[in-house]
């Protein structure tokens, strides 16, 4: 197993499209982990979700978060990040970073579409500062 660089890490976090697994502190202190689609801002994790989800309700009462990328393929490798949410409620960049993300994962043909969809009022940006980030690779080495 070895550490990854800077530059590996913001590689494998954006040459293809991996879900990320973002865990919230729910209000009596219990864990939820949900997938979510993100893209970077430089080193911050930006996603969206519904003003009234469980992540965005955790968020708003607490706003440590950590998110887990992994390689699920031989000799595996992951990205661990850790850090502070912050909500964006009827931000003007939302119909841009929903369409961002969006063709990270449906591809640019369906990148309008659902970056329309999912910056519809109600939906928020979360932006996720880092505070601490453990990425690993070859672990089955």
Known sequence: MREIDNK???T?????ART??????????????AP???????????FTTWHASVKARNIRSNDS???CVDDEEPPFAFVLIEG???L?????DLLYWATRIAGRYMGEDLAESYGKRNSVPGELLVWV??????????IAD
């Open 65 to 67: 978060v950590s998110l």
């Open 20 to 33: 990320a697994s973002l865990a919230t502190v729910r209000e009596d202190g219990r864990p939820h982990v």
């Open 88 to 92: 964006g409620e009827e931000d003007p």
């Open 36 to 46: 979510v689609w993100f893209d970077l801002d430089g080193d911050v994790v930006v």
């Open 12 to 16: 494998f976090l954006l040459e293809r």
């Open 8 to 10: 590996e890490r913001r």
């Open 129 to 138: 500062d880092p505070t601490n980030i453990v990425a690993r690779a070859n």
């Open 84 to 86: 502070r949410a912050r």
